[in-house]
C-alpha cells in the first residue's frame, strides 16, 4: 500500500494510521495474536478505528444521498469524513461496499486532526508535496541546479533529488506502468504527468554543464582582477588568458572554508542564463527562464549604441577592457596631463607663451610625434587630439584649483 495514494478504503486508512501497512487486512494481523500481548492491544485498537470509520462512512453517504450537491447533513449529524469513490453491494446501489469505498485523504487528515490525533493526521497529509521548497522564480539569480529545475518547468519539485525519490516511489511507477498500459486503474494515486526519468536527465545535463561555464566566468573574474599585479612585475598577463568564453554571468561566488568556488551555491543571473541558453539554440527553455527573452535578444542586438548590451559586441568591449586595464583615477589622469604640459611649456620655448604652456603648440607637437614615430592609425580607433588643446587648457585651469603653480 503506497503512502501517496489519494484516496484509501477503511481498511487501508485503519492499517496507515496505525503503521501497519506490512499488512494486507486486519485478518492477516490475528495471526500475530496471542503471541505478545501488544498484538492483542494493537487489534483492539485496529478494529475500534475501523468500527469508527465505518460509522463515519455511513454518515457520509447518507448526508450526500439525501443532498447531492453537498455533504451539507439534513440532520444534527455531521462527519468530516468525504468520500473518494464509492462502491455498492448490489446494482440499486443502495448499500455502500465498505471494503471497496475509498475515503479522501485530506478528510481522514482534517478527522484525525480534530479527533485531536495530530500525529495521525499528519501522516494523511500529503507531505512530499506541502514540504518541498519551490524554487522562487522572481529572484534575480539561482544555483546551477535551480536554473536547471526552472528552464525544465520542475521548479515546483525545489530539487533534483526530490523528483528523482518521487520517481522512485511504488506509487508513481505503479501509476505510469497503468498509464502506458492505457488503463484506468491510477485514479487513486496523484500523478505529475510532466516528471519524467527524460526530464530528470535533461534537468542533470543542464547542471552538469552550467558548473562548467560557472568555472569559466569565475576564471575570467580571476584574469581581470590580477592582470595588473601581473604586468607591473613584468608577467604577459595574454599568456593567461582563459582559453574559453561564456555569456554566464556570475551574480554572488559562494567559497567553501578553504576558500576554493563552491560552483554548486554559486549564484547566476537569471538573464545571463537565459541568454545562454537562447544562443545555444534552446528557445524554449529560455523563454522558461524569462518570458520576455527574445525581446531582449533584439534589444541587445540592436542596440549598437551601448556595447555593454550588444552581443554582437560584447567580445570587442570585453578584450578592450583587458587591453586598457587602468588603475589611475580619471581625475589624476587629467593632473597627470596637466603637468606634463606644464613641464613640455618649461623644457621648449615654442611649447609657451609667457608662463603658460602654449596649447596649439603642445598639440601640433603631439600630432608631429605620431608621425615621426610611424604610428598606424586604426580605421576602427583613429587617433582623436582635434579638441586637445582646449582639454590641456581645462586640465591646467583644474590642477590650479587645487594647487599653487609657479
Known amino acids: ?48 478505528l475501523f468500527n469508527a470509520l465505518k460509522s463515519e462512512t455511513i454518515i457520509a453517504y447518507l448526508n450526500l444521498k439525501n443532498n447531492q450537491d ?15 469513490q464509492e462502491w455498492y453491494t448490489d446494482e440499486c446501489q443502495d448499500s455502500l461496499d465498505f471494503r471497496l469505498t475509498m475515503l479522501t485523504r485530506e478528510s481522514l487528515s482534517v478527522w484525525f486532526r480534530n479527533m485531536g490525533h ?25 544555483t546551477a541546479e535551480h536554473c536547471a529545475l526552472i528552464a525544465t518547468g520542475l521548479d515546483s519539485y525545489g530539487t533534483i533529488k526530490n ?78 588568458l582563459p582559453q574559453a568564453e561564456t555569456d554566464i554571468v556570475i551574480y554572488k561566488q559562494v567559497v567553501t572554508r578553504d576558500s576554493c568556488i563552491d560552483y554548486d551555491l554559486t549564484l547566476i543571473t537569471k538573464e545571463s542564463f537565459a541568454i545562454w541558453l537562447w544562443k545555444h539554440g534552446h528557445e524554449k527553455l529560455a523563454t522558461n527562464v524569462l518570458s520576455n527573452i527574445d525581446q531582449i535578444i533584439t534589444q541587445l542586438n540592436t542596440d549598437n549604441s551601448n556595447n555593454s548590451k550588444s552581443l554582437d559586441n560584447y567580445k570587442t568591449q570585453k578584450n578592450s577592457q583587458q587591453e586598457c586595464d587602468i588603475r589611475t583615477p580619471d581625475s589624476s589622469l587629467i593632473d597627470s596631463l596637466a603637468i606634463m604640459a606644464l613641464l613640455l611649456s618649461r623644457k621648449s620655448g615654442q611649447l609657451n607663451t609667457g608662463n603658460k604652456p602654449n596649447y596649439s603648440q603642445i598639440k601640433e607637437a603631439v600630432q608631429s610625434a605620431f608621425i615621426d ?33 609657479k
Do not use: C, H
Open 163 to 240: 523528483m528523482e525519490s518521487i520517481l522512485d516511489s511504488d506509487a508513481d511507477m505503479r501509476a505510469q506502468q497503468a498509464i502506458d498500459a492505457n488503463q484506468d486503474n491510477y485514479y487513486d494515486i496523484e500523478v505529475d504527468t510532466e516528471l519524467s526519468y527524460d526530464k530528470v536527465e535533461e534537468a542533470k545535463s543542464i547542471k552538469e554543464v552550467l558548473v562548467d561555464e560557472i568555472e569559466i566566468a569565475s576564471n575570467w573574474i580571476n584574469y581581470n582582477s590580477q592582470s595588473s599585479d601581473y604586468a607591473e612585475i613584468g608577467i604577459n598577463s595574454n599568456r593567461l
Open 118 to 142: 495530530i500525529e495521525k493526521a499528519d501522516l494523511f497529509s500529503p507531505a512530499f508535496k506541502t514540504n518541498i521548497q519551490k524554487v522562487n522564480k522572481f529572484k534575480k539569480a539561482f
Open 373 to 405: 614615430l610611424n604610428l598606424i592609425d586604426k580605421e576602427d580607433k583613429p587617433l582623436q587630439i582635434s579638441n586637445l588643446n582646449r582639454d590641456l587648457k581645462k586640465a591646467v585651469e583644474q590642477l590650479s584649483t587645487r594647487f599653487t603653480i
Open 70 to 84: 453537498s455533504y451539507e447533513p439534513n440532520t444534527a449529524v455531521k462527519t468530516d469524513i468525504r468520500l473518494y
Open 1 to 48: 500500500m503506497s503512502k501517496y495514494k489519494q484516496g484509501f478504503t477503511i481498511e487501508e486508512a485503519t492499517l496507515f494510521a496505525l503503521d501497519l501497512s506490512e499488512f494486507d487486512s486486519l485478518n492477516s494481523i490475528e495471526l500475530m495474536l496471542d503471541e505478545d500481548e501488544g498484538w492483542n492491544e494493537l487489534y483492539r485498537e485496529a478494529n475500534d
